[in-house]
């Protein structure tokens, strides 16, 4: 760890003890930060293997969140690592301080050595939406900043009941964010499809299944396939009969808040032109459901150069 | 005229004289009320005949709106005959006093010697909606009872703006409640269309020309053709570039309150099963709206007998 007061001579420290070993190869992008009083160390570990549910990308991204950190020492004590994003496309995440003091992030929405279908076109990977940090019972938690609200532009909100499927089709166009939430009766399976053909029911799937005790996002009838090797879902332990999902949706990316900020799900996915629905559906019983959305307008990119 | 204290015993006043000449060959639904301060007299005439866009359907519905009525001379002062709607399906209307006062208008859904596609089912006709009435500019103005709201179901709001057309599809399914807001820039065609088949297009028009300066319903492609010799379409003098249509439709009938009640279309329809969505189109240039509605649920019907 070094130290600067003017950003141009630095001291080393020593270097910076977070009591784990044989934590992969590599760890890039660190970024160290105290936030609610923790301090907490973020960092992309390469060399990490799959455990359960966790780890399923080629190369990671995670945190300590610690309880105590010694400048002295540089010793961190905190309660080990975690995933901050459990999507496919998610890597390389930095954050910024707002001048209200608020702790901002942005990640690289793409992951290094994976082929992605725009490859072809000349261009892969963008950036995700800057998403506040929190931290709530030993967790990061992310929200989409508020800021964001300034693009909304056509509004939907339906509130309804159902059995079985229902298609609520293209409400909101390619670029959009909503807010879902969804809630059963029974033991049942139940959730949302993105990028629906709603003549082949096709497209992202987000899915609660109450039997397996998993929430899980699948990609695999979406589109273009591509990154297979890695699998084709992402999945968490989830057991609750109702979920609110906020999701935002730019043309080849869904970045899924679960259960305001819990989880995140960010996933790029390249749909055929026909997938462009909303779906809902249970398998079992009556689910009630609200939605909310708005249409994103363009961002207008002011330059402050003269 | 007639008059009673105790709804037994009724001592003939003399001959109720509205100052008209060969206005019909007979009247009938007689309904006399005093409103906003203003003597009413409802009836429904028959034997008018179609002058311009009014007195289409077979037998009419209206008033005079007195400025002045003498109990002596039972002479009724007024601004002439008003068509009470303008729609297919109206006749016979009624008036009750709600107990804090209001005029609710009830009507049928329907008319004498025409024949209906249900008659083959065994019914034909129904009611429309109770209305409360009110005075406006010397015109009775009639809105859906308070009251409806109690019936309101699934939720659902949109707010958005397009060029051509756009299916919102089966939105608020057969029985449901909508307000719907239209604003267009250009001197053009604009509207709605109500059991719209996303496919063929055909469906209920409502439909503003503002280059024939009119407010149109056309049923001609609306499923089963019935009083077809009096026209498949009813109209008005329109010319404002937006308008707003608050509309219940319950199956086989829409009842069309344009511009907060001051003209209302009542109209039955017997659509085909694939016209089941809401559709919206602009001819030319930008069109915004915004549409909220409900699903309608059930009406609890209490018997009050022992």
Redesign the interface.
């Given at each position: 760890m070094y130290q600067s007061e003017n950003l141009t001579d630095w001291v080393l420290l020593g270097e910076f003890n977070p009591q784990v070993q044989d934590f992969g190869f590599m760890w890039e992008c660190p970024d160290f930060f105290e936030l609610d009083g923790s301090p907490c160390f973020l960092f992309s570990p390469q060399g990490i293997e799959p455990t359960g549910d966790f780890y399923q990308n080629i190369y990671q991204t995670g945190y300590f969140l610690g309880t105590k950190f010694n400048y002295e020492t540089l010793r961190l004590e905190h309660n080990g690592f975690h995933e901050l994003d459990l999507g496919f496309d998610f890597y390389a995440a930095q954050t910024t301080i707002a001048p209200d003091g608020r702790r901002i992030l942005i990640a690289w929405m793409g992951l290094p050595e994976i082929k992605y279908p725009s490859d072809q076109d000349g261009w892969a990977h963008c950036l995700t939406i800057p998403r506040e940090l929190s931290v709530l019972e030993g967790q990061l938690i992310q929200r989409p900043i508020t800021e964001l609200t300034a693009l909304r532009?056509?509004?939907?909100?339906?509130?309804?009941?159902q059995y079985g499927r229902v298609?609520?089709?293209n409400?909101l166009g390619t670029s959009y964010e909503v807010k879902i939430k969804l809630r059963v009766e029974e033991k049942t399976k139940f959730g949302l499809c993105l990028f629906e053909d709603p003549i082949t029911n096709k497209g992202l799937y987000l899915e609660v299944d109450l039997n397996k005790g998993k929430f899980k996002v699948e990609r695999k009838d979406c589109g273009i396939p591509f990154a297979t090797e890695y699998g084709t879902s992402r999945q968490m332990k989830y057991n609750k009969k109702e979920i609110s999902l906020y999701i935002f949706v730019d043309t080849t990316s869904a970045e899924i808040f679960v259960n305001d900020g819990l989880a995140v799900f960010t996933t790029r996915v390249f749909p055929e032109k026909q997938q462009s629905g909303i779906g809902l559906f249970v398998e079992k019983g009556l689910m009630e459901y609200e939605l909310e959305g708005w249409?994103l307008n363009k961002m207008d990119i002011k330059s402050t150069e003269k």
């Amino acid at each position: 760890m070094y130290q600067s007061e003017n950003l141009t001579d630095w001291v080393l420290l020593g270097e910076f003890n977070p009591q784990v070993q044989d934590f992969g190869f590599m760890w890039e992008c660190p970024d160290f930060f105290e936030l609610d009083g923790s301090p907490c160390f973020l960092f992309s570990p390469q060399g990490i293997e799959p455990t359960g549910d966790f780890y399923q990308n080629i190369y990671q991204t995670g945190y300590f969140l610690g309880t105590k950190f010694n400048y002295e020492t540089l010793r961190l004590e905190h309660n080990g690592f975690h995933e901050l994003d459990l999507g496919f496309d998610f890597y390389a995440a930095q954050t910024t301080i707002a001048p209200d003091g608020r702790r901002i992030l942005i990640a690289w929405m793409g992951l290094p050595e994976i082929k992605y279908p725009s490859d072809q076109d000349g261009w892969a990977h963008c950036l995700t939406i800057p998403r506040e940090l929190s931290v709530l019972e030993g967790q990061l938690i992310q929200r989409p900043i508020t800021e964001l609200t300034a693009l909304r532009g056509a509004h939907v909100k339906h509130q309804d009941s159902q059995y079985g499927r229902v298609h609520l089709g293209n409400l909101l166009g390619t670029s959009y964010e909503v807010k879902i939430k969804l809630r059963v009766e029974e033991k049942t399976k139940f959730g949302l499809c993105l990028f629906e053909d709603p003549i082949t029911n096709k497209g992202l799937y987000l899915e609660v299944d109450l039997n397996k005790g998993k929430f899980k996002v699948e990609r695999k009838d979406c589109g273009i396939p591509f990154a297979t090797e890695y699998g084709t879902s992402r999945q968490m332990k989830y057991n609750k009969k109702e979920i609110s999902l906020y999701i935002f949706v730019d043309t080849t990316s869904a970045e899924i808040f679960v259960n305001d900020g819990l989880a995140v799900f960010t996933t790029r996915v390249f749909p055929e032109k026909q997938q462009s629905g909303i779906g809902l559906f249970v398998e079992k019983g009556l689910m009630e459901y609200e939605l909310e959305g708005w249409k994103l307008n363009k961002m207008d990119i002011k330059s402050t150069e003269k």
